[in-house]
């Protein structure tokens, strides 16, 4: 089963993909990368151009699932929990176009299971997703730590159910 994680971002938007073979706990890292959004761009284009992007990326890379970030809204920032779920709307939409399931996960969810901590740093989250990839350098930027956690996370769950 291949797993594509997505941390929405209107700026950066992280992607990971992982694979599960049967019988497997731990999956290997496939890939790892972000779509790059032109902040000099209308949020329109920028939305169109990460429907774009990602499309493409689906197509290519042809993920089983995609699992993507709980949108959160913490009551100082409600402006920032409204942009952030443009994007997430797209790649809803980008994986609906082509009818592949969908998953939720809350950012604290993934935290606690890749770090053992709920509230961890970005650079905990880059650290962690090294050691447990033997990456020779942690990824960089954090969007792609946290979209490779997301795909790690939930692949995780699969393996589990899969032995239960």
Do not use: W
């Not at 497997?24 to 949020?43: C, F, Y």
């Not at 920032?80 to 082509?98: D, E």
């Amino acid at each position: 089963m291949r797993i594509l994680g997505i941390d929405p971002g209107l700026r950066i938007s992280g992607y990971g993909m992982v694979a599960l073979r049967p019988g497997q706990i731990d999956p290997s890292l496939v890939e790892a990368g972000i779509i790059k959004l032109n902040t000099k761009n209308t949020l329109p284009q920028r939305l169109g151009q990460l429907h774009e992007e990602l499309s493409a990326l689906i197509k290519e890379l042809k993920p089983d699932q995609l699992v993507v970030e709980k949108l959160y809204s913490h009551y100082k920032h409600p402006q920032t929990a409204i942009l952030m779920g443009h994007a997430r709307g797209v790649i809803l939409l980008c994986a609906q176009q082509i009818d592949i399931p969908v998953i939720d996960l809350p950012a604290t969810e993934v935290k606690k299971s890749i770090t053992g901590y709920g509230h961890a740093s970005k650079q905990q989250m880059q650290l962690a997703v090294q050691t447990q990839f033997n990456l020779p350098e942690p990824p960089q930027p954090p969007d792609v730590a946290d979209a490779i956690g997301i795909a790690l996370t939930h692949a995780r769950r699969i393996a589990v159910q899969q032995l239960g």
